[in-house]
């Protein structure tokens, strides 16, 4: 059973960093592009970041360039995402998802981000 | 950037009716690079359609995705219970997603 776990969301005073964490499960990890995409508080979805097989490429949406750093472990089947200089509007609900030629065929459960004083 | 259109943004129907939801994009959209995934409230998000018409594995033949160009659909044949719930459509250039369309039984 194809299973993504998020953690290491919480609640992070602006200006803050956190860093997420998605345990990959029940397929070759290393075979697939992965993502990151979020979910603000009532909204739509929103894709973040992604990142090659490899590693040897990543993609970032605009607001997020700069701050944000998506890697991966395939020995871990790990990935991960590194979030400096924390806003307000990066308050959301972080999902890990699966790539698979452009759409996501697995997702995991999310990890709430909140960014608040 | 392709900008994803959805409508109506609130459908009301009754369990058993036909739900045909609409996906306008800005642009063209290539190669049929389009997916519509389902969201229930405090759930993940759910593949539904890829490729504008495939079926999505385990998913029922009650959904089906049509379109091409910048005209797309998604229909459920006959609404059960669970599905209603959100829905979005996404294209893969730029990843994309619609506004989502919540279905709701009136």
């Known amino acids: 059973e194809v299973q993504l776990v998020e953690s290491g969301g919480g609640l992070v005073q602006p200006g803050g960093s956190l860093r997420l964490s998605c345990a990959a499960s029940g397929f070759t990890f290393s075979n697939y592009w992965m993502s990151w995409v979020r979910q603000a508080p009532g909204k739509g979805l929103e894709w973040v970041a992604n990142?090659?097989?490899?590693?040897?490429?990543?993609y970032y949406l605009d607001s997020v360039k700069g701050r944000f750093t998506i890697s991966r472990d395939n020995a871990k089947k790990s990935l991960y995402l590194q979030m400096n200089s924390l806003r307000a509007e990066d308050t959301a609900v972080y999902y890990c998802?699966?790539?698979?030629?452009?759409?996501?065929?697995?997702w995991g459960q999310g990890t709430l981000v909140t960014v608040s004083s | 950037e392709i900008v994803l259109t959805q409508s109506p943004g609130t459908l009301s129907l009754f369990p058993g009716e036909r739900a045909t939801l609409s996906c306008r994009a800005s642009?063209?959209?290539?190669?049929?690079?389009l997916a519509w995934y389902q969201q229930k409230s405090g759930q993940a998000p759910r593949l539904l359609i890829y490729?504008?018409?495939s079926r999505a594995a385990g998913i029922p033949n009650r959904f089906s995705g049509s379109g091409s160009g910048t005209d797309f659909t998604l229909t459920i044949s006959r609404l059960e219970p669970e599905d209603f719930a959100v829905y979005y459509c996404q294209q893969y250039g730029s990843s994309n997603f619609g506004g989502g369309t919540k279905v709701e039984i009136k």
């Open positions: 998802a699966r790539d698979s030629s452009g759409h996501y065929n697995a």
């Open positions: 490729g504008v018409s």
């Open positions: 642009q063209s959209v290539s190669s049929n690079n």
């Open positions: 990142i090659k097989e490899d590693g040897s490429e990543q």
